[in-house]
């Protein structure tokens, strides 16, 4: 659900360049002769066998003329981006209507658990969310279930020797070591990487389920071991297992009780529910359309860069939305980074898995890597830079962000912006720190609190000035490491390094230029 590819900005330039009724007969005729969910995808075929010329330097990305004769060439065609009406029909409908089947089909199946739980059957909860879980995984996932079986054997056979058996009080760490052996060996020995690619988010999820699972028993922060059927009802927990997010084990324990107000209960479904609508709308319809028009006015590869981006981060907050929509009330949820979200969460029994109205206009970097997925997060914080802070406060950003890339699978492209990421927000909340403790203001990476030391507080100019310049440089940088995850050949199957560079290159590498800046500044000041 990212930015179109070149064929497809072609095939609507083509679309948009007919008169109403022929462009109907088009499509009808292309639906008659292809069916109505494949037309578009064998166009898109075609075209692309065709871009072996001009188009050849940007077949990784969005169509952008190129300088010159080219450029000039393009300028000369008038191009008539579809209306909105032509979306909604084209576009927003049909998107709607999957969307809603997908949505049935997972809040169906989470429903299961708090049903079962009012029968006060412990045992029957767990074996119920065991199977609704696999049944889940088949919906999704096929045949593809059996390599998902593979690595949770695996785990649990390690769990048993190693916890139980033998009671070595390192088990997070072995499980650990495990998961990522098999991310490595997953990545590498896998025939078809369309598979690997499909299964990678919710054997993430499963792998952040284990490794939790293994350092809270080391620090008896579950003081009983789970028996057979509470670690598969964890494990395959339909709430959680395909979109997420990461629940502690406690957490998922609180399925055993019933909702305290299912008209709460309700609306927060309806709520999540109609934000993950609005999500996957902006994605893959609102925001294409919003590209046809920049490429047509503005034709900057800057501009397609910030679109595509925005495409990218609305299908994030789809998939939270969605998540949070069918996962277990988090009753336990406490986090020091914003206490008003704590007291949400406690209140209404809601898991927050995302907060886009504090990445899409940031006060720092910084804040977008913790609201980007608050349960992603806390796991990062918990089980890896607290562990290592002790050694090293940079060592322990970069094992973050580390974790994170082998969380997600040994990509390139991930990993080398998860990389970016890092540096930028380790060096830019120095900075800020300094710049706050020199000239006495509130301009530090997270805001401050009403009651600070600070001479020059966030309503003063020359403050705000400052917040508001860090804010542009964060989205400036958002749009930049987000241009790449578009629809592109390669999205099917991971982003190739050739991928991700050939967008950085077209973009100048500006945000990465910037990083330097940054750091020159950091250690000038």
């Known amino acids: 659900m990212n930015a179109i590819p070149e064929s497809r900005q072609l095939l609507y330039q083509y679309l948009a360049g007919l008169e109403s009724d022929e462009r109907e007969a088009f499509v009808e005729q292309m639906q008659a002769q292809y069916g109505d969910d494949k037309w578009m995808e064998t166009i898109e075929e075609a075209l692309s066998s065709h871009m072996d010329g001009e188009y050849s330097e940007y077949d990784d990305g969005a169509y952008i003329p190129d300088d010159g004769d080219s450029a000039e060439m393009a300028s000369n065609v008038e191009v008539n981006p579809v209306s909105l009406n032509e979306m909604a029909v084209n576009c927003m409908t049909p998107t709607f209507h999957q969307v809603i089947k997908l949505m049935t089909q997972s809040l169906m199946l989470a429903m299961l658990l708090p049903s079962v739980a009012a029968l006060g059957n412990a045992h029957l909860v767990h074996l119920t969310s065991v199977f609704a879980g696999l049944a889940l995984y088949y919906l999704f996932f096929s045949s593809s279930i059996v390599h998902m079986g593979a690595y949770l054997l695996i785990a649990y056979v390690a769990f048993v020797l190693f916890h139980v058996k033998l009671k070595i009080r390192r088990i997070g760490l072995i499980t650990a070591l495990l998961s990522f052996i098999y991310v490595a060996a997953s990545e590498t020995m ?63 324990m609180t399925v055993l009780t019933p909702p305290k107000s299912h008209v709460l209960w309700l609306a927060r479904v309806v709520k999540s529910g109609s934000m993950a609508l609005t999500a996957v709308l902006v994605s893959n319809c609102i925001s294409q359309w919003i590209i046809q028009y920049l490429v047509a006015i503005y034709r900057s590869r800057w501009s397609v860069a910030f679109a595509t981006a925005l495409s990218f981060r609305f299908s994030h907050y789809f998939v939270c939305f969605l998540s949070e929509m069918s996962a277990p009330a988090d009753k336990n949820q406490n986090s020091s980074e914003n206490n008003a979200l704590v007291e949400k969460a406690v209140t209404y029994d809601w898991l927050t898995v995302s907060r886009p109205s504090m990445t899409e206009l940031p006060r720092s970097l910084v804040e977008v890597v913790v609201f980007w997925n608050l349960p992603m997060h806390e796991w990062l914080k918990t089980y890896v830079f607290r562990i290592v802070r002790p050694y090293s406060n940079f060592a322990a950003v970069l094992m973050t962000y580390l974790a994170s890339s082998l969380l997600h699978g040994f990509n390139f492209q991930l990993s080398a912006v998860l990389l970016s990421l890092g540096v930028l927000t380790y060096f830019e909340h120095g900075l800020r720190r300094r ?12 805001k401050c609190s009403s009651e600070c030391s600070h001479q020059h507080k966030a309503d003063s100019p020359a403050t705000l000035l400052a917040n508001v310049s860090f804010t542009l440089l964060a989205m400036w940088n958002l749009a930049y490491l987000g241009a790449g995850f578009d629809s592109s050949e390669s999205h099917a199957e991971g982003y190739s390094m050739r991928h991700t560079l050939t967008t950085w290159r077209q973009l100048g590498f500006g945000s990465h230029i910037a990083t330097f800046v940054l750091i020159f500044c950091y250690l000038s000041v």
Not at 245 to 251: A, Q
Not at 435 to 446: D, G, T, W, Y
């Open 190 to 252: 896998l025939p078809d990487r369309k598979v690997w690619h499909q299964i990678r988010g919710a054997v993430m999820i499963c792998m952040m389920k284990q490794i939790s699972l293994g350092f809270d028993l080391d620090s008896d922060s579950i003081v009983k071991t789970p028996s057979l059927v509470e670690y598969f009802g964890y494990v395959f927990c339909p709430g959680t297992c395909i979109f997420g997010p990461w629940v502690s084990f406690n957490t998922y």
């Open 435 to 446: 710049l706050a403790r020199i000239f006495s203001a509130c301009v530090e990476s997270r």
